[in-house]
């Protein structure tokens, strides 16, 4: 499967959902640049 087909399975049983991230955007399409995000949303959920 691929994650569209996934995005659109949840999105036929209404169980899809999303939030928007304002502030800052990154390509997480690397590894270096997935790690980064994560540090990122770290940093905006933790006190």
Same mark, same amino acid.
């Given at each position: 499967?691929? &994650?569209?087909?996934? !995005? !659109? *399975?949840?999105?036929?049983? %209404?169980?899809?959902?999303? %939030?928007?991230?304002? %502030?800052?955007? &990154? ?13 990122? *949303? ?6």
């Amino acid at each position: 499967m691929e &994650i569209t087909d996934v !995005n !659109n *399975m949840y999105a036929a049983r %209404g169980m899809l959902s999303y %939030g928007i991230l304002s %502030g800052w955007w &990154i390509d997480a399409g690397t590894h270096l640049s997935f790690r980064e995000a994560a540090q990122r *949303m770290e940093e905006e959920v933790t006190p």
